[in-house]
């Protein structure tokens, strides 16, 4: 096994933005349902606490988590309570749950409090410390919550890639340059994070202002955005609730799902 992060052929890719509701889970998701399909060994880490993905993945989530502190929680307790290195990696390897043959680390409610528990430098080392287990894989996909705190650092700190969704909103435009400065901010630590790009999310070609929004994106970003757009189809749910892309969930809009989903392993060298 490899055991330095310079030889390792594993991309860490987290999507990231700290506005809510732009579609972080839902790519993070069908990003890992895509690779998978492509044949990249490919695992999912749930560092949401409000675990949306762990959910869709889960649908008994609940009965789950009454059987006691499992993923995140228990990832991050272990931390609070600084266990070795190697007793961390081996607690990740026992927290990855394979659901229809998905692998992922789950997270649940309960991580919330640890993670304000987590000193800053708990925070940069949280998923870092782990790095033995996600070479274990190809791809390794971070989804995480619309908030600055340890979760967000940590990833940004573990990470190779970053994607920012966004959408066509006035708001996201403004948001994007504290977003861009966090990234800024955690390559300080982790100077080997890239920018993967930031994609355009529920792209409607009637959506208004689309015309204006899309050309100042454009001016600003250029290259750092993805040439595909990610379109707004309610194929995306049944994709995710069905755990598999398939033409008939997204009917006409199944080529440019497609075609997102390519560019995001192209663009972080997965294919
Ligand atoms: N491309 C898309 N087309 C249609 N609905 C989408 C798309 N992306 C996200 N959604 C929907 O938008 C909502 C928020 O998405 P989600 O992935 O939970 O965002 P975030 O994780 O950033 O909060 C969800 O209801 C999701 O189904
Ligand atoms: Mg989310």
Not at 35 to 59: E, S
Not at 219 to 233: H, I, Q, V, Y
């Amino acid at each position: 096994m490899k055991s330095t992060p310079e030889i390792s052929d594993t991309v860490i890719l987290t999507f990231c933005n700290n506005k809510g509701g732009v579609g972080k889970t839902s790519l993070a998701i069908l990003t890992v349902l895509y690779a998978l399909k492509r044949n990249v060994r490919t695992l999912l880490i749930d560092l949401d606490p409000q675990g949306n993905a762990t959910r869709a993945l889960l649908p008994d989530a609940v009965s789950f988590e009454q059987e006691g502190f499992f993923g995140i929680p228990q990832l991050a307790r272990l931390v609070l309570d600084r266990v070795p290195t190697e007793d961390l990696i081996r607690a990740f390897r026992e927290n990855i749950v394979v659901a229809d043959g998905i692998p992922f680390v789950p997270n649940d409610i309960r991580s919330a409090i640890m993670e304000k528990e987590l000193n800053s430098l708990e925070a940069v080392l949280f998923l870092r410390k782990m790095r033995g287990a996600l070479e274990d894989y190809r791809l390794v996909v971070v989804d995480t919550p619309p908030h600055l705190g340890g979760f967000l650092w940590s990833a940004l700190c573990a990470s190779t890639h970053v994607i920012i969704p966004v959408d066509l909103h006035f708001f996201s435009f403004w948001g994007l340059r504290n977003v861009l400065q966090t990234i800024e901010d955690a390559r300080a630590v982790n100077p080997e994070l890239k920018l993967a790009g930031i994609l355009i999310n529920r792209y409607r070609k009637r959506l208004r202002n689309a015309h204006e929004y899309l050309a100042r994106y454009e001016e600003t970003f250029g290259p750092k955005l993805l040439k595909n757009r990610m379109p707004d189809a309610a194929g995306v749910e049944v994709c995710i609730r069905r755990r598999d892309i398939r033409q008939s969930y997204l009917g006409k809009l199944y080529e440019r799902t497609m075609r997102v989903l390519q560019e995001i392993l192209e663009r972080t060298g997965v294919l």
